[in-house]
């Protein structure tokens, strides 16, 4: 089955503990991104990747790092957390050749 | 990058209403447009799409949206709700020579029997 898959769903933490949120697609896409939903703002852009070691900033990147050292996989690094980082985080790929978004189950986090 | 506005953030409606989620993008360039659904505690769901060709989209459960290219809207239309659509709708829009999914503020459908 086509998906992509975000781990863990639920996370708390406390302020400043290192953490990563990893994110795998298996249809071979070459585009990945990162967004945040909190409410009122609906989804904003972190990062996105347009291939393996190609990333770039989206709208919100700060407080955040990813890399892409493989096609499948897109992991979302947060090196010290804080409490306005608390929010509902998917992740989202997409081919060159196609034109649908498919995005994972999302991360409720929360840091205390 | 595209700057979408959804103009209701919330929306009550009786059960068997119609219902008009209104969305407006920024830019008249060349786009794709999307609505997504999240149903309470839930991932996002692909509900529509207009990539090209008829400006009237469907879905399999009723719903419905049209592409107004002069008025850079893409609003969505049910003409008859049931408890089960209660959920948030997100309107989404990327250019056409772009991979960036632009994202709205969200509607929320609260559906009332």
């Known amino acids: 089955e086509a998906q992509v898959t975000q781990n863990p769903r639920y996370l708390i933490t406390v302020t400043g503990k290192k953490l990563t949120v990893t994110c795998s697609q298996n249809?071979?896409?070459?585009?990945m991104s990162w967004y945040r939903q909190d409410p009122g703002l609906g989804l904003r852009q972190i990062y996105y990747?347009?291939?393996?070691?190609?990333?770039d900033k989206g709208d919100v990147p700060e407080g955040y790092k990813v890399s892409r050292k493989e096609k499948r996989n897109f992991p979302l690094i947060l090196e010290s957390p804080s409490p306005n980082q608390t929010s509902l985080y998917f992740c989202?790929?997409?081919?060159?050749?196609?034109?649908?978004?498919?995005f994972g189950s999302g991360t409720r986090l929360t840091v205390v | 990058a595209q700057s979408v506005t959804q103009l209701d953030s919330q929306v009550p409606v009786f059960e068997e209403a119609p219902v008009e989620l209104r969305c407006n993008y920024s830019?008249?360039?060349?786009?794709?447009l999307f609505w997504y659904v999240q149903y309470p505690n839930q991932g996002l769901q692909l509900l529509l799409k207009?990539?090209?060709?008829?400006?009237l989209v469907e879905s399999i459960n009723g719903f419905e949206a049209e592409f107004n290219k002069s008025q850079t809207s893409f609003h969505l239309r049910k003409p008859s709700v049931h408890i089960s659509d209660t959920a948030e709708y997100f309107c989404?829009?990327?250019?056409?020579?772009?991979?960036?999914?632009?994202f709205g503020a969200g509607t929320t459908v609260t559906v009332r029997a």
């Open positions: 830019s008249s360039v060349s786009v794709y």
């Open positions: 989404a829009v990327s250019d056409q020579d772009d991979y960036k999914l632009s």
């Open positions: 990747s347009m291939n393996v070691e190609v990333t």
């Open positions: 989202a790929s997409r081919g060159f050749s196609n034109y649908g978004y498919t």
């Open positions: 207009y990539l090209s060709g008829s400006t």
């Open positions: 249809m071979n896409h070459e585009y």
